[in-house]
């Protein structure tokens, strides 16, 4: 009798054991999806990290030098010299041309 209640205790002791490994906190199904979540991180980071290069050197450009000032001021705010013309280009699609 002694033995079967011990083999009984052992084996509840094993199956809450095996069900904090699998399961439970820190356990095997929490680990995996911490990595996913890491990984996912890890590439929203790099994708991040282009794009403030992509800024850092466009900010070294328009410390630099006039030319990229230029450049940026022609294409946000329609900068146009004095002896300039502009040109304004409209493309017409088949929804925007009237017919008669």
């Known amino acids: ?16 054991l095996q069900y904090r490994f699998w399961i439970g ?6 680990t995996g999806r911490q990595q996913v979540a ?10 991040l990290q282009l794009r403030n290069a992509a800024l850092q050197a466009e900010v070294d ?6 030319a990229a000032i230029e450049t940026h001021a022609r294409k946000s705010l329609g900068m146009v010299k004095r002896e300039e013309t502009f040109f304004l280009v409209v493309n ?9």
């Open 1 to 16: 009798m002694n033995r079967r209640v011990a083999v009984a205790i052992l084996s509840v002791m094993l199956a809450g």
């Open 25 to 30: 906190d820190g356990g095997v199904y929490e």
């Open 38 to 47: 890491v990984e996912a991180r890890i590439a929203d980071n790099a994708k």
């Open 61 to 66: 450009d328009l410390r630099a030098g006039g």
């Open 92 to 100: 017409a699609t088949a929804g925007d041309v009237a017919t008669p």
